[in-house]
Nanobody
Framework: VQLVESGGGSVQAGGSLTLSCEAS????????MGWFRRAPGEEREGVAT????????DYADSVEGRFTISHDNAKNMLYLDMNSLKPDDTAMYYC???????????????????WGQGTQVTVS
């Protein structure tokens, strides 16, 4: 089982980036999947969540209306479209997934089973 993120980089405030997460060894669209981020000196926080099948999405207040999480079932990929980026969005971004469905509890209560290695996003 492996999750590999890509798409990070440096962008000016107000710009956009799309992060990708390629899953192997399992079908990501059948799992509760999420994007997380950790800024220097800060705790890791959940940014966006998508339920198995993609019917339900949820976002942190700080990114609501600017970020969109989605699946590409055919490619077994997870995406995070990020628009109107702010310097506060600067962080290492990780994708993660768990077998337990999204209704089982928060990410803190029911942690992910799998994590990617992260991709850096820098907004200046």
């Amino acid at each position: 089982v492996q999750l590999v993120e890509s798409g990070g980089g440096s962008v000016q405030a107000g710009g956009s980036l799309t992060l990708s997460c390629e899953a192997s060894g399992f079908t990501s669209s059948s799992y509760c999947m999420g994007w997380f981020r950790r800024a220097p000196g800060e705790e890791r926080e959940g940014v966006a969540t998508i339920s198995a099948g993609g019917l339900i999405t949820d976002y942190a207040d700080s990114v609501e209306g600017r970020f969109t999480i989605s699946h590409d079932n055919a490619k077994n990929m997870l995406y995070l479209d990020m628009n109107s980026l702010k310097p506060d969005d600067t962080a290492m971004y990780y994708c993660a997934g768990r077998m337990a469905d999204c209704y089982s509890g928060s990410w803190r209560e029911v942690p992910p089973d799998y994590w990617g290695q992260g991709t850096q996003v820098t907004v200046s």
